[in-house]
């Protein structure tokens, strides 16, 4: 019996034919994310580990539709698939330089995994998938019911969430509902991430200059620095680290299991 055809075969229809053609599937981001977060360091590793802060899918204005957002306030979560834009390979290139293992930051950055028993940016196609909690949808800035209007709209369309791990200006190619009866397995086996526990750093922030951060951004930003925002394996004792966050350089340093938040310098000090 003869094998079922090759997917950029002719004998699968016109659609596959034009999306695969030359074994290769173009796609184009419908959105791009606003963060906080604006360089890769300090990022939480997963998504889910800071609820405390809001960051928005911005619709690209070709996508601006209404009628494709009805019935998501529906749900709680969202899956995002999105692009590691600081990280993407030259998929053009005739050989595409890419490594088969990876050093996961959860195993102290000391052991290699395959990429795909991993999370990890650098991996051939650079695609990100994350699940996040979907707190509304906004309009202009004002919360709007896509159940309600229809149509095109002018003006910035964004769906509102918390627990991204994703930096500013980050691509997002589509969004799908989480669903509980099929995407959930609370009784699987989380492989290489058992043999660790989760570590949290305690948090001094002097009071004067937890100040300078606005308020709703406060809870968030401390649940990012308590998740150690260092590299796995370059932890350095008594050396001061620089985060950049929302419009605040956050200047800390480590040692042992303390985190010392040492100065906050906003940009109108540069101005």
């Not at 977060?37 to 802060?53: S, T």
């Not at 910035?156 to 190619?173: F, K, Q, R, S």
């Not at 620095?225 to 050396?239: E, F, I, W």
Request: aromatic share 10%; proline share 7%; glycine share 8%.
């Amino acid at each position: 019996m003869a094998g079922a055809p090759a997917p950029n075969s002719l004998q699968t229809g016109n659609l596959c034919r034009i999306a695969f053609m030359n074994d290769r599937q173009i796609i184009r981001p419908i959105a791009y994310v606003r963060s906080d977060y604006n360089q890769k360091f300090g990022i939480p590793r997963q998504a889910n580990l800071v609820d405390g802060l809001e960051q928005a899918i911005v619709i690209e204005p070709e996508f601006r539709n209404m009628d494709a957002l009805r019935g998501i306030t529906g749900f709680d979560y969202i899956w995002v698939i999105w692009g590691f834009s600081e990280t993407s390979l030259d998929m053009d290139a005739e050989h595409v330089k890419w490594k088969p293992t990876v050093r996961p930051p959860r195993l102290g950055g000391d052991e290699r995994m395959g990429v795909w028993a991993t999370r990890s940016p650098y991996r051939p196609n650079s695609l990100g998938l994350s699940n996040v909690r979907i707190r509304r949808v906004e309009l202009d800035g004002a919360m709007v019911d896509p159940d309600e209007r229809k149509g095109m709209v002018s003006g910035e369309l964004a769906v509102i969430i918390a627990g991204a791990d994703m930096m500013n200006g980050t691509p997002v190619y589509d969004i799908k509902p989480y669903m509980p009866y099929s995407d959930s397995h609370p009784d699987a086996r989380a492989g290489f991430t058992e043999r660790s526990r989760d570590r949290f750093l305690q948090v001094d922030f002097p009071p004067s200059l937890l100040e300078m951060i606005d308020e709703e951004k406060r809870d968030g930003l401390i649940q990012t620095l308590r998740l150690d925002p260092r590299d796995a394996y370059n932890r350095k004792s008594a050396h001061t680290y620089r985060l950049s966050f929302s419009e605040y350089d956050i200047r800390f340093e480590v040692n042992g299991d303390t985190l010392s938040v040492t100065d906050v310098v906003t940009e109108r000090s540069y101005e």
